[in-house]
């Protein structure tokens, strides 16, 4: 739900390009909704500056277009993204929507719920989870187990994964200050996966990133196909990105690599 160094008990739009200036002076677009927010400081990481890909946004030495797939799953998966998140081209959400085109992307702003967002929480057709860390007693009564899931799968209802994209304390601040999310059940991740991404340092090894999080939900939750597809996009990701920040090529598809390009005849 979280971040890129998620716990595991849980971890955006793409990610990248600046907030657009918006003719009113003193305004700029949320990336996410295309709704007027108030500007902030220019950001600029560390390889700010490296050619990238228009369509995938990694550095183009090593693009990850060819290796774009999509699956269909049962479940859902619902991004509430910090706003810095959408800026760093380290953030693992997007994969998430790339292979999965139904996945929801909503910026946070603690004054300003996203309408959209909201809407969908009341549809009927629905049941959302929140993911988070069962490690609180004050919403203790509100954690359910995957067991919820495949009820929710009887009722014929669709299940929905909501992850808190953003660093820890990002993640944890959305959690307490949003109010619409104090009615819906608390989902933690229980699994012994350790991370394999490598471009930004976890606290712990049992920390997930975004990526690693949903594909982990998807795969107890049933939908064991989209699962593969977003973790081997995943490693691609991660593999391509780590050897552009070392300036090297990569000569030669990784085997998750190849078994995405068999998926479209590649």
Not at 68 to 86: F, G, N, Y
Request: aromatic share 8%; with cysteine; net charge positive.
């Amino acid at each position: 739900m979280l971040d890129e160094t998620l716990p595991q008990d849980l971890s955006t739009g793409h990610p990248a390009a600046a907030l657009s200036a918006d003719p009113a002076p003193g305004l700029a677009h949320d990336p996410g909704t295309g709704h007027r927010r108030p500007p902030r400081r220019e950001f600029k990481a560390r390889g700010s500056f490296t050619e990238r890909c228009a369509g995938c946004n990694l550095p183009v030495l090593n693009c990850l277009c060819p290796y774009r797939a999509s699956a269909e799953s049962e479940a859902r998966v619902w991004l509430i993204t910090h706003p810095l998140e959408h800026l760093k081209p380290t953030n693992t959400g997007r994969l998430i929507r790339d292979v999965l085109p139904a996945t929801e992307v909503f910026t946070w702003y603690r004054t300003a719920p996203d309408e959209r967002l909201l809407a969908l929480l009341d549809d009927p057709r629905f049941a959302p989870f929140v993911i988070f860390p069962d490690d609180q007693p004050d919403y203790a009564e509100r954690v359910v187990g995957m067991e919820a899931v495949g009820a929710a799968k009887r009722k014929d209802k669709v299940p929905v994964f909501i992850l808190l994209d953003g660093t820890w304390r990002q993640a944890r601040r959305i959690f307490r200050k949003s109010d619409y999310l104090d009615r819906l059940p608390v989902l933690p991740l229980a699994t012994s996966r350790v991370t394999r991404y490598r471009l930004r340092k976890p606290a712990s090894q049992a920390h997930l990133c975004t990526a690693e999080v949903a594909a982990e939900l998807l795969r107890q939750s049933g939908d064991g196909e989209a699962a593969q597809v977003l973790d081997d996009y995943f490693d691609a990701f991660n593999v391509s990105y780590a050897a552009s920040r070392r300036y090297e090529k990569l000569e030669a598809p990784t085997a998750a690599m190849r078994r995405l390009l068999a998926r479209h005849g590649g």
